[in-house]
């Protein structure tokens, strides 16, 4: 018979392997579908609404139920005290939750609602239990090589497409779009459309903003301390892959995160962990001024209207003006802003456009209206002051300030696995003990 500390040693070995399987899927897109009438918007099947079982998922879902059946107390939320975590806050988040989830359940397009809701509960309790089960030393070494494996894959897969414009195997190969499918993000070359790299994300920005938040968390890395050597060869392989990822994709937005996070880095040993938490603060501040004068800023956009990706914007903005205007309460709902889009005309874009507005705040005004920004502000400081109880160090919160400014720029971290998932890791870094207490 298997002794008590082997049956423990074998469960540990498991979860940790559906962690670490969970990180290397992070870019993956395949998924199973639920078709659902609700899901068409003017007869057109709009995939932001449909449910979906991610690959991805499946690890992260069992990761959860053996550390639920294994140990109870990894959820223990009373454990996560921080100086605005009293009764009165509790009550009101709760009650903001609710009106949130009641909103989003009563329309229509309840069952897309509803799986984003369930979406949010999963990824919850997935950064809870790595926020409660893990150090940031144990983080490190477990994420090393999944993300590696990851990037390396990603890389190989990208330049196949680049080079021959096509995919390399298809959907079936981690959800790799077809490339030659109508629709796909293209960029003109001397007046040639070529397709851009995806990797095996949905969208070019999405698959460098992975490239731009992994790099990130690799080079905060301090599982590779003790090889110097090694640890610069890896910096610069990183900073070399993500580069020319960031040229394949075109991304403007994970480029805007990137130059911003390093300028951090190299400043970082002259910044006090005090002063870095104070960054981190300006950015969600400077967020929400930009936000503000997202729209008498909104007109510069449609300057550049012979750009179809700035034009869109343009619309978007416009019609987010509307549905907040009218929804400013508590929002539409959940998952809900494209639902509401035919009911804004949308000039010349309006045949095809449907997609959620390529800003996150804007996004989480529209869907959860003044309520959901409350929710949202009273998570956001139990984070810095969870991280300051920490005593996190500056390099931690690169990840979260980098896709913080990419929700600047795009939704995919409020819209897409690949992009939740990125921006959960980035939230639960700083969090992460040093050691166990």
Request: aromatic share 10%; charged share 15%.
């Amino acid at each position: 018979m298997p002794s008590f500390n082997t049956t423990n040693r074998n469960k540990l070995k498991i979860e940790n392997f559906l962690f670490q399987l969970s990180l290397f899927l992070i870019p993956s897109n395949l998924a199973y579908h639920l078709y659902i009438q609700s899901a068409y918007i003017n007869g057109r099947l709009v995939d932001y609404l449909l449910p979906k079982l991610y690959l991805s998922d499946i690890p992260i879902l069992l990761f959860i139920s053996l550390n639920l059946i294994n140990n109870k107390k990894l959820i223990d939320l009373s454990k996560i005290k921080t100086k605005i975590n009293n009764s009165k806050l509790v009550k009101l988040s709760l009650i903001l939750a609710l009106i949130t989830v009641i909103n989003s359940l009563v329309g229509t397009h309840w069952a897309s609602s509803l799986w984003y809701l369930t979406k949010v509960i999963e990824l919850a309790l997935f950064g809870v239990i790595t926020y409660q089960k893990y150090t940031k030393k144990q983080f490190d070494r477990l994420s090393f090589w999944p993300l590696i494996g990851a990037i390396s894959l990603q890389t190989v897969v990208s330049l196949y497409q680049y080079i021959n414009h096509k995919s390399l195997i298809g959907y079936i190969f981690l959800g790799e779009p077809d490339l030659t499918s109508v629709g796909i993000a293209t960029t003109s070359n001397n007046g040639i459309l070529e397709v851009m790299a995806h990797g095996t994300t949905p969208h070019p920005n999405v698959l460098a903003g992975f490239f731009v938040i992994a790099s990130l968390l690799l080079l905060q890395s301090t599982h590779l301390d003790y090889e110097k050597r090694f640890k610069k060869t890896v910096k610069l392989l990183l900073i070399s892959l993500t580069t020319i990822i960031i040229y394949l994709t075109k991304s403007i937005t994970a480029l805007s995160g990137a130059i911003f996070a390093t300028t951090i880095k190299l400043e970082q040993n002259k910044i006090s962990n005090k002063q870095g938490r104070l960054i981190v603060q300006i950015i969600l501040g400077f967020t929400l001024i930009l936000s503000l004068l997202i729209y008498p800023l909104n007109n510069h956009l449609k300057i550049m209207s012979d750009n179809p990706s700035f034009y869109e914007r343009y619309e978007l903005i416009n019609a987010s003006k509307e549905i907040i205007t009218k929804n400013l309460l508590s929002g539409t709902g959940l998952n809900q802003f494209i639902t509401k889009l035919p009911n804004y005309p949308l000039s010349k874009q309006q045949a095809y456009l449907l997609q959620p507005v390529h800003h996150g705040l804007l996004l989480i005004l529209a869907e959860t209206g003044i309520l959901g920004l409350i929710l949202i502000a009273i998570f956001l400081l139990s984070w810095l002051n969870l991280s300051k109880r920490h005593n996190a160090p500056n390099s931690a919160y690169l990840s979260a300030s980098a896709i913080f400014l990419i929700l600047l720029f795009d939704h995919y971290p409020l819209t897409l696995q690949t992009g939740q998932l990125l921006l959960l890791i980035a939230l639960v870094y700083p969090l992460l003990k040093p050691k166990n207490t």
